[in-house]
């Protein structure tokens, strides 16, 4: 037999034992808190000048669009579709950033 082969595994080593899986259920209550509060928090999202607002969950739910009704006297739909479409997409990536910022330090807390 290989010099080691049936050694127990120092610190840190293996998956065996309660303390890591006590471990491991409590990051998943964390991470289970952490999507709760991802739900009730927003982010707005504005463009052209205010005339477009988009507010969404931190779990990307779109939650109201507003148009200046001013922007509906002279826009055209494709000026109107263009506003829409990057204010969503920034609103899209404030979610995401506000989704790394409440995960983020829960995956560093991850034994790989």
Excluded: H, W, Y
Excluded at 9 to 24: D, E, N, T, V, Y
Excluded at 88 to 110: C, F, H, I, W, Y
């Amino acid at each position: 037999m290989a010099k080691g082969f049936n050694r127990p595994m120092g610190m840190g080593g293996g998956m065996g034992g309660g303390g890591m899986m006590s471990q491991f259920k409590k990051l998943q209550e964390q991470m289970e808190a952490a999507q709760a509060r991802l739900t009730e928090m927003t982010v707005t999202s504005s463009v052209g000048g205010g005339a477009v607002q988009v507010t969404m969950t931190g779990d990307q739910r779109c939650k109201s669009v507003i148009i200046d009704p001013e922007l509906l006297k002279d826009a055209d739909a494709d000026m109107l579709q263009d506003l829409i479409l990057s204010a969503v997409n920034q609103a899209l990536d404030k979610s995401r950033d506000l989704t790394s910022q409440e995960m983020g330090p829960l995956a560093s807390g991850l034994p790989f």
